[in-house]
């Protein structure tokens, strides 16, 4: 059985300091995974994680997704690819620390998008490193765009263009919460929202985006519209809390802890 599961940059990195990874978390969620695979399951992992705090600073002081418009937008290009690969390098050395198996995969040195979205990636490497075993560790990343020069793409996008191809059986999108009708983190009267899908995303997206909703802070209406286009290409997206111990085991062993999102 083949998953992905997303790390959220809001979940390994501390937004509010540059620079700055969530070591415990990641290296909790790394002997979770270890556990899924010492148990012998027959499971395949690809691991793909956002920028969080280390790519967030350049970005937005170059303007990198908006892509080469500016005399120093090359620059910010490289900046942003080198940041982002930096948390890169903290994920797989803490995998390889607990005996994980894991490789790096950067998606700017093979994707090519257009107007955001990625069109070209060769992918062969990807699907021979799960074959033997080995957790494929992907990125939000800069990407090279023949429209625009270059562009931002995020884990979803990424996660998007995999699925399509790879056909996983699911998807496990792990952040600091599953979906509510409100941020929980602000209001008590926040209430879970168990399942979503194209036919009942109307009637919450109004909750998700409006003035006491959580899209503003958290992103959390792009994610579900994101998961809902990923939910073409498996039999379902899972969007949980990683914060909470054994939830990520649990949820790429089948069992319901979050938010299922469906086609």
Not at 101 to 129: F, M, R, Y
Not at 134 to 151: A, F, S
Request: a neutral charge.
């Amino acid at each position: 059985m083949l998953v992905f599961l997303k790390l959220g940059g809001s979940l390994i990195t501390d937004k509010t300091k540059p620079y700055t990874a969530r070591l415990d978390i990641i290296e909790r969620i790394a002997k979770e995974i270890e556990e899924i695979l010492e148990e012998g399951r027959d499971i395949r992992i690809l691991v793909g994680h956002g920028g969080g705090s280390f790519p967030h600073v350049s970005a937005k002081k170059y303007e990198t997704h908006k892509g080469f418009g500016r005399e120093d937008s090359k620059s910010g290009f490289c900046m942003v690819q080198n940041d982002a690969s930096k948390l890169n390098r903290i994920v797989v050395e803490t995998f390889l620390k607990v005996g994980l198996k894991a490789v790096s995969i950067q998606p700017s040195a093979g994707a090519l998008a257009e107007s955001d979205k990625i069109t070209k990636w060769d992918i062969q490497n990807i699907e021979i490193l799960l074959r033997e075993g080995i957790i494929p560790v992907v990125y939000g990343d800069v990407c090279l765009d023949i429209k625009k020069g270059c562009c931002i793409i995020s884990t979803e996008e990424i996660f998007k263009y995999l699925a399509e191809k790879l056909k996983p059986e699911k998807v496990v999108l792990a952040g600091k919460s599953m979906v509510y009708t409100k941020d929980p983190f602000k209001f008590k009267d926040a209430e879970p929202i168990e399942e979503i899908n194209r036919e009942t995303i109307e009637k919450i997206e109004s909750s998700l985006g409006g003035s006491d909703g959580y899209d503003v802070t958290g992103g959390m209406l792009s994610k579900v519209k994101l998961a809902l286009e990923i939910a073409k290409y498996c039999k379902e997206v899972e969007i949980i809390s990683g914060l909470e111990k054994g939830n990520i085991k649990k949820s790429l062993l089948g069992e319901r802890v979050g938010t299922l999102v469906r086609w």
